[in-house]
Nanobody
Framework: QVQLVESGGGLVEPGGSLRLSCVASGSISDKAMSWYRQAPGNQREFVAE???????SYGDFVKGRFIISRDNAKKTVHLQMSGLNSGDTAVYFC?????????WGQGTQVTVSS
């Protein structure tokens, strides 16, 4: 089990970029690391995943705008987001998964507005 702390959220104008970070309290080298998001009134939605081998996958809505990366030595996962629009406004959560066990962070708010 690891503790996860997200950062990097904030207010950004449409078309802008943000880089989210997720720092773990312990090793993540054997874990699949993911980002999810949840907007008010909506269910939590899958954004991106990078598995322990570095293979990535993305939600359909991403359409090439986001890049997930990991640095096992720094126990950190990043989500580089560009081309943001109002539909991307949500709380973004980091998830670390090993087998069927998930650890979640508290989330970071991303607001896209002019």
């Amino acid at each position: 089990q690891v503790q996860l702390v997200e950062s990097g959220g904030g207010l950004v104008e449409p078309g802008g970029s943000l880089r989210l970070s997720c720092v773990a309290s312990g090793s993540i080298s054997d874990k699949a690391m993911s980002w999810y998001r949840q907007a008010p009134g909506n269910q939590r939605e899958f954004v991106a995943e990078i598995n322990s081998g570095g293979i990535t996958s993305y939600g359909d809505f991403v359409k090439g705008r986001f890049i997930i990366s990991r640095d096992n030595a720094k126990k950190t996962v990043h989500l580089q987001m560009s081309g943001l629009n109002s539909g991307d406004t949500a709380v973004y959560f980091c998830d670390a998964r090993f087998l069927f066990l998930d650890d979640w962070g508290q989330g970071t708010q991303v607001t896209v507005s002019s």
